[in-house]
Structure formats: structure tokens, C-alpha cells
């Protein structure tokens, strides 16, 4: 499905920044990659290129048999809006907007009519288990709801792949679980997802693990076991609820859950 | 991305900062307004001017001095009517504001000394008695006919003929009533009071003449009676272009000048006033592109192209000016009607004048709006998407 040969990205005009350097890689129709590796390492370039974003400098990619490098813009937009879905660390959701509102976006642009849109749009809210708060504007909703209605509105178009970048940068582990729990069930409908993390037990859902390093690939390995995505919920649940029935104080109880307390640096547009 | 659709997004972004849109509207207010009521006003007093010229009536000539040194006298009338066959009538005319008495009435009105000719030249007609005679002029009768506005101000209907009126403190007796002329574009021909021309002269201790009125046997002859007054005039003074002879066409002509002056005057406070409409629209369109950074990087992101971001802030634009461009005509309205009031003239608000604010402003919003539109749409995804 994706396959990139040789792709380059350099910023910068007198001092060069390689933020990739010659990078090969394919991933396939369904698979579940995590991308590791330090902060500037790449990650985030890497996913734009992927997502049809950004260009290369150099090297060629192809998808669906499709050669991305040589479009033009309006061309890229419509790849976007057809075969991408983009969750994004900060949720990128429109402000003075109700949730199902910012769900629809993709398709306005694909020039779907009005009730079409709200009936697709209620329906992946509903799969996101939000379907009471699609009349919500986010700043009435927590960052673990925001992040899932970021998450209904990449899926809404009914993308080849999903493309995250640091999901759960900014939410509790419980919600951030939450957003685990989503994405492997719809990797298991048969969804491509590529999520960027920082966090070795978040990257170990993934069937294959993939560390960047200087722009570099230095690793791509397949992960035998990965984690169950229900079962790591459950344990974080329990694990709260211990720590409120020993009353062990704010500070556990404060890791697992408020929602809204982890959500310092995301929000709405 | 639909027209709808990008015309609700435009309309949220517009209402979420009333006053902000406020403020910047009233550039094109002020600018909208100010050409409606001024086009109006010009429209309104030009065309009161040119219903008095028009009241003169066709083949019409009008002399009069230059300036205050230069006298016509009735010897002057005396001498056209006899040396230019061309024209079938001369009347001279002494007029000036005078207040008209009867009993403990009082009116102010304009009084006109003149000769029998007058109504004839000027197409009066007499309803009661009769107008002023050679004899009156000749004997300087103290006799006046009054114009149907005067009889209704000043004898309220009441058998005027006969009675005694007292002009500037003298007596004269009304021996004549006229017929409605009805007013002519916010004129008065029926607010007059005629007396014979030489009575006038020693109300107003002159031999002076304020104009002659020449009646042209035919329209043809014009310029070669004009040539030929004007010649009979320098000879009289010794020096060229003493006295003004005007046809109708003359006047109207000098009218059409003087609002075509005027209209490109405004033309040109409109064109500012839109301008800096304009130049408020634009900032404050690239503020709110500034604003809406990552909003335009999501839309990107999801699937927006050029095409409808550009759209989507040049809607907005439009919102503002053609809203401002709204108000304005309301606005301009108002004003114009209040000045017409005051002036005395029939407001008339053209659609034309209210068609072509309305494109202004359209062009306003499209021109000022179109350089942030093309900058949201020229946006780079990721950047904005980063954009703090
Ligand atoms: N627009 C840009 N202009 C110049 N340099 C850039 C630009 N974007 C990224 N870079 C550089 O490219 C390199 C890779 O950046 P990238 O954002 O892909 O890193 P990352 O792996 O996502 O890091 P993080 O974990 O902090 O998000 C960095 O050195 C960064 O400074
Ligand atoms: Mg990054």
C-alpha cells in the first residue's frame, strides 16, 4: 500500500537540516506500526510524507500504485481527504464548533450533502462512544473526548490508513488507553494505523515496531506478542481503583484519571 | 467545498466577532452612505434648478448685467423690441424680495415689476380682472396682480380684486388674479406678486432693470438673434460682454456642467471613503487569517484545497463590505431624505446610485479581500498546523 524508495527530507537553506535521510519502507494494506525514536529523530516528517502533508527532497513514493511525489497541492489535498486520516497530539479541533460539526469536515470537502454527512457523522461517533456529546463544542468536552472525536473525524471518510502522532501525547493513561483500545479494534477491522510514540508499552501494541534515529531507520522489527489493548485498560482501572480504595492519596489517583488535568497543551483551533 | 457551505463557515467567523465586523464595516458605511445621500442631494437641487429654467419656457432668452456696474434699463427693452425683428416678445422685469400686506396679513414673497408682455413671455394666465397694461407701465399705476399662492397665503380665498395691498409700504390695488402654474420641480411660479415695471423701479428708488426676457419667434434663429443682441449691447457700452444672453439650452447646459462637477466630486470622496473601507477590510481579513492559522492547516490537512480556502475568506470579505455596503444604502437614505427636507426639493434616491454603492462595495470586499485570501489559501499545512 505505502512504499517509499530513497526518501529524503532536508529543511533549511544555508544551514541543512536532514531531517530523513534516504529512507525505504513499506507497509501494508491492515498493518499496525509504531515509530519510535528520540525527539527530532524524524518521526513527525516521516508522517507528514506519509500522510501527504509534506514532499520529499528527494526519493519516490508510491501509493495504492499512485506515484505522491510528483502531484501537485490540489492533487495531495484530494489523497488526503481520500486515503488519509490524521490524529494529531494537540486534537486540531475546530473551537465554537459542536463535535459532530468538526466529525463532518472531511466530507464537506469531498462535497458529500449536508444529511448524508450528518448520518456517516453520527454513525463513527457513535463508534467512538460519543454519541451523546455530538451537539458538544470541545471546550465542553475532556481531552480523552476530544481526542475520539479527532478520531471519528479521520475515520469519517473511511481512509486506507490512520495516521497518529503522539496520540495520547496529552492524555492521561486512561484516556490514552482509551484511544489504544480504538485503534486496535479498528486495526483489527482491517485499518491501517501508524502512531508515533514516545512510550514503549503505547508502541508494544503494535505488530511492528520501527525506531528512527538521525533520520535513519535503525530498527524495524515485528513485535511477536503485542499488547492487548482491553486487557491494559482493565489493569489501569483496577489500578486506580486501588489506590482510591487504600486512599492513597491525590497523587495516584490524579495519574489515572481526571480528564481535563493532562490536558494543558491541547485544544481546540 | 459547496458555496453553502463556505458561506456558513464565512458567516460563523463574521458573527463570532460582532464588533470587530462592526467597526470594520463602517468604512464602507461612511463610504456607501455618503455617496447615496450626496448623489441624491446633487440630483435633487439640479434637478430643482433646471425645473426653474425649464419654467422659463422654450425659445426663451434671458439677459442680464454681468455684474452690479453694468445697467439695463427699459430704454434697453425698448431698443431690442424694436431693432431685432427675431424676437416676438421683450419683457423686462424689476424684481426683488418684498413683503405683501392685507389687513393684519402679512406674506413675504417675490415681487416682480413688469410689462404687459410678461405674461405672455413667461405663460401666465389671468383668471380674475386683467394683467398689467401699457397704461399702467406708461403711468406708473400703483396696481398689482397676484399669483394664486399669494391670493390663498394672504387673502385666504377671500375676493381679492379690488382690495388694497401694501407692498414695502406702498398701496396698490389688485386688479388681476392667476391661474396655477403649479409648482415645477420644487419651484414656486404662483408665489409672485406683478406690479407695473416702473412702479417697481420707484418702490426700489432705481432705473435699474434686474433682467430682460426675449421671446424668439422661432428656436432657429438663436445663435444669429444672440450675435445680434450681444452687438446692439457692446455698442450701447462701448465694450465687449457686458450683459449674459442665455437661451434655455444655455442654462440647462451650464446646469449640466455644474453637476457633472459636482458629480465628479463625489465620485471622488466616495472613491476615498471606499478605499479606506477597503484597507480596513483587508487588515482586519489578515488578522483573521493570522488568527485562523491552524484552522486553515486542519482544513489542509483534511482534504481542503486552495480553491476553497480562498473561497471561504473571500466570502467573508464580501460578508463585511457588502453588509456595510447594506447599512450605508439604508443610511444614505435616511440622510438624503432629511436634507431634501430642508432643502425643498423632492428626495429621490436612484436605484442606479443604489445599484452602483451596492457593486462598489461587492468590488471593495473581492479587491481588498482577495491578497489575505490568497495568502490562507497559499498557507503551508504543517506550518499552520504548528502555528501557536
Ligand atoms: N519546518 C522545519 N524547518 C526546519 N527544520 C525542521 C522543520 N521541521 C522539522 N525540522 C527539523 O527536522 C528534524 C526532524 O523533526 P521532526 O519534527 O520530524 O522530529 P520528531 O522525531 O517528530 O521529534 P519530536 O519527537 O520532538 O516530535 C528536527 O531536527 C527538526 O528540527
Ligand atoms: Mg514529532
Known amino acids: 500500500m505505502i512504499e517509499l524508495s530513497g526518501i529524503s527530507k532536508v529543511y533549511g537553506i544555508d544551514r541543512l537540516v536532514h531531517a530523513l535521510r534516504r529512507i525505504d519502507l513499506k507497509v501494508g494494506a491492515g498493518e499496525y506500526v509504531a515509530l519510535m525514536g528520540p525527539s527530532g529523530s524524524g518521526k513527525s516528517t516521516l508522517m507528514n510524507i506519509i500522510g501527504c502533508l509534506d514532499r520529499p527532497t528527494a526519493g519516490t513514493y508510491l501509493l495504492e500504485g499512485g506515484t505522491v511525489s510528483t502531484m501537485d497541492d490540489d492533487q495531495l489535498a484530494q489523497v488526503r481527504n481520500r486515503m488519509a486520516g490524521f490524529v494529531f497530539q494537540t486534537f486540531n479541533l475546530l473551537a465554537r464548533q459542536t463535535a459532530e460539526r468538526n466529525v463532518e469536515l472531511p466530507l464537506i470537502y469531498r462535497g458529500v450533502p449536508g444529511p448524508e454527512r450528518q448520518r456517516l457523522a453520527m454513525e463513527v461517533l457513535e463508534r467512538v462512544g460519543l454519541t451523546e456529546w455530538a451537539m458538544h463544542q470541545p471546550n465542553q468536552l475532556s481531552g480523552g473526548q476530544q481526542q475520539r472525536v479527532a478520531i471519528a473525524r479521520a475515520l469519517v471518510g473511511r481512509p486506507r490508513f490512520l495516521l497518529a502522532d503522539e496520540p495520547t501525547g496529552n492524555l492521561d493513561s486512561r484516556s490514552g488507553q482509551e484511544v489504544m483500545v480504538l485503534f486496535e479494534e479498528l486495526n483489527r477491522e482491517g485499518m491501517a494505523v501508524m502512531l508515533v510514540t514516545h512510550d514503549e508499552r503505547i508502541a508494544h501494541h503494535a505488530g511492528r515496531i520501527i525506531k528512527l534515529l538521525d533520520g535513519r531507520v535503525v530498527s524495524d522489527e515485528l513485535n511477536p506478542a503485542p499488547l492487548d489493548a482491553t486487557a491494559e485498560l482493565e489493569r489501569i482501572r483496577e489500578q486506580a481503583h486501588t489506590a482510591a480504595s487504600a486512599g492513597a492519596g491525590t497523587a495516584a489517583a490524579g495519574m489515572a484519571d481526571p480528564p481535563g488535568m493532562a490536558d494543558t497543551r491541547g485544544g481546540p483551533v | ?388
Open chain 2, 1 to 388: 467545498m459547496s458555496l453553502i457551505e463556505a458561506m456558513r463557515v464565512a458567516a460563523a467567523a463574521v458573527i463570532s466577532n460582532k464588533m470587530r465586523t462592526f467597526l470594520t464595516t463602517l468604512g464602507v458605511v461612511i463610504g456607501v452612505a455618503s455617496v447615496i445621500a450626496l448623489v441624491s442631494v446633487s440630483n435633487g437641487a439640479s434637478a430643482m434648478i433646471t425645473g426653474q429654467i425649464e419654467a422659463l419656457g422654450t425659445n426663451m432668452l434671458v439677459i442680464t448685467p454681468v455684474n452690479a456696474r453694468v445697467t439695463l434699463t427699459l430704454e434697453d427693452a425698448q431698443s431690442l423690441d424694436s431693432r431685432v425683428p427675431a424676437l416676438s416678445a421683450v419683457a423686462p422685469a424689476m424684481s426683488f424680495r418684498g413683503t405683501a400686506k392685507w389687513g393684519i396679513n402679512s406674506y413675504e414673497t417675490s415681487i416682480e415689476g413688469v410689462a404687459p408682455s410678461h405674461v405672455e413671455v413667461r405663460n401666465y394666465e389671468v383668471v380674475e380682472g386683467r394683467f398689467i397694461s401699457a397704461a399702467d407701465v406708461d403711468q406708473m399705476r400703483r396696481i398689482a396682480v397676484i399669483g394664486h399662492t399669494v391670493l390663498g397665503e394672504l387673502f385666504k380665498g377671500r375676493q381679492a380684486l379690488g382690495q388694497q395691498l401694501t407692498i414695502n409700504g406702498q398701496q396698490f390695488t389688485v386688479v388681476g388674479v392667476l391661474a396655477e402654474k403649479g409648482q415645477a420641480m420644487g419651484t414656486n411660479p404662483d408665489d409672485v406678486v406683478f406690479i407695473p415695471v416702473t412702479a417697481a423701479q420707484r418702490l426700489a428708488g432705481t432705473t435699474r432693470l434686474t433682467v430682460i426676457y426675449a421671446r424668439l419667434s422661432s428656436g432657429d434663429l438663436a445663435t444669429e438673434t444672440v450675435a445680434q443682441i450681444r452687438r446692439i449691447f457692446d455698442r450701447k457700452f462701448g465694450r465687449a460682454d457686458q450683459v449674459r444672453v442665455q437661451s434655455q439650452d444655455e442654462l440647462l447646459g451650464a446646469v449640466d456642467t455644474a453637476t457633472r462637477t459636482l458629480s465628479l466630486m463625489l465620485g471622488g470622496i466616495a472613491g476615498i471613503s471606499l478605499l479606506v473601507g477597503g484597507i480596513g477590510i483587508m487588515n482586519i481579513m489578515l488578522v483573521s487569517v493570522t488568527e485562523r492559522t491552524r484552522e486553515i492547516g486542519l482544513r489542509k490537512a483534511v482534504g481542503a484545497r486552495r480553491r476553497d480556502i480562498l473561497t471561504q475568506f473571500l466570502i467573508e470579505a464580501l460578508f463585511i463590505s457588502i453588509g456595510g455596503g447594506i447599512i450605508g444604502i439604508f443610511l444614505g437614505s435616511l440622510l438624503a431624505t432629511v436634507i431634501a427636507r430642508f432643502g425643498g426639493w423632492s428626495s429621490a434616491v436612484s436605484a442606479d446610485s443604489i445599484m452602483l454603492s451596492f457593486f462598489f462595495a461587492g468590488a471593495v470586499g473581492v479587491g481588498f479581500g482577495m491578497y489575505p485570501a490568497m495568502k490562507a489559501s497559499r498557507l503551508d499545512p504543517i506550518a499552520s498546523l504548528r502555528y501557536e
